[in-house]
């Protein structure tokens, strides 16, 4: 598996993520072989100590050799966050 992430600290209150990663999976016993693809970006915002919204986007993809098992799919998140 290979994966790759990064936060940005955009200002002091914005916080900006990115994921990039990458994952080739074989199945010896079934001969089935996978490779998948998921990206992703967001922001966190800080409202206060205690309290932040988040909202991001996520693609994920997947291909086999197996049949009816390669997808796509996208999703759209929005959170509220708390702590103590």
């Known amino acids: 598996m290979c994966s790759s992430d990064l936060d940005y ?14 994952l080739h999976d074989t199945f010896t016993s079934a001969g089935r072989t996978d490779n998948l693809f998921a990206a992703s970006f967001g922001a966190t915002y800080l409202i206060n100590n205690y ?31 708390f702590q103590m």
């Not at 600290?9 to 990458?22: E, K, M, S, T």
Request: aromatic share 12%; hydrophobic share 40%; no cysteine.
């Open 51 to 81: 309290m932040n919204v988040t909202a991001g986007y996520v693609y994920n993809q997947r291909r086999s050799n197996a049949v009816l098992q390669d997808f796509n799919d996208n999703v759209l998140r929005v959170g509220i966050g």
């Open 9 to 22: 600290g955009f200002r002091p209150n914005i916080i900006l993520h990115g994921d990039v990663a990458y």
